[in-house]
C-alpha cells in the first residue's frame, strides 16, 4: 500500500506560480510512476503530467506544457508540481496517484491516489 497526501493547494492570482507537493509514505516510492490529475466543477479528471520511477521520464498535456514542471525526491518521498504562469482555467482539484513500475496516461491505471487539493485562480 502506497499512501499519498497532497499539499501546497490555495488561492492565487493569474500568472502567480504554486508549487504542489504529493508525499508518500508505505512502500518503495521510487518504485512508483506518478501522475497528477486535475478535476474542475463539472467536468472529468484529467491527466495533466507523469514522471517515472526515476525521475527521468516526465510528460505533459498540451494544456500545462511549458508552464509546469514535475519533479521527485525519492529520497525524502515526494514529488513536487511546480505551476506557473497560472491562469484561471488551472483553478481545480488537483490530485497526486501512483502506481508501480511504468508511467501512464490512463486514469484507471493508477493504483494509489491522493485526497486532492484545491487550486483557484482569479483573474
Known amino acids: 500500500q502506497v499512501q499519498l497526501v497532497e499539499s501546497g493547494g490555495g488561492s492565487v492570482q493569474a500568472g502567480d506560480s504554486l508549487r504542489l507537493s504529493c508525499a508518500a509514505s508505505?512502500?518503495?516510492?521510487?518504485?512508483?510512476?506518478v501522475g497528477w490529475f486535475r478535476q474542475a466543477p463539472g467536468k472529468e479528471r484529467e491527466l495533466i503530467t507523469t514522471?517515472?520511477?526515476?525521475?527521468?521520464?516526465?510528460y505533459y498535456a498540451d494544456s500545462v506544457k511549458g508552464r509546469f514542471t514535475l519533479s521527485r525526491d525519492n529520497a525524502k518521498n515526494t514529488v513536487y508540481l511546480q505551476m506557473s504562469s497560472l491562469k484561471p482555467e488551472d483553478t481545480a482539484v488537483y490530485y497526486c496517484?501512483?502506481?508501480?513500475?511504468?508511467?501512464?496516461?490512463?486514469?484507471?491505471?493508477?493504483?494509489?491516489w491522493g485526497q486532492g487539493t484545491q487550486v483557484t485562480v482569479s483573474s
Open positions: 514522471i517515472s520511477w526515476s525521475g527521468g521520464h516526465t
Open positions: 508505505g512502500r518503495t516510492y521510487s518504485s512508483y510512476a
Open positions: 496517484a501512483a502506481r508501480y513500475g511504468t508511467t501512464s496516461t490512463v486514469r484507471e491505471q493508477y493504483d494509489y
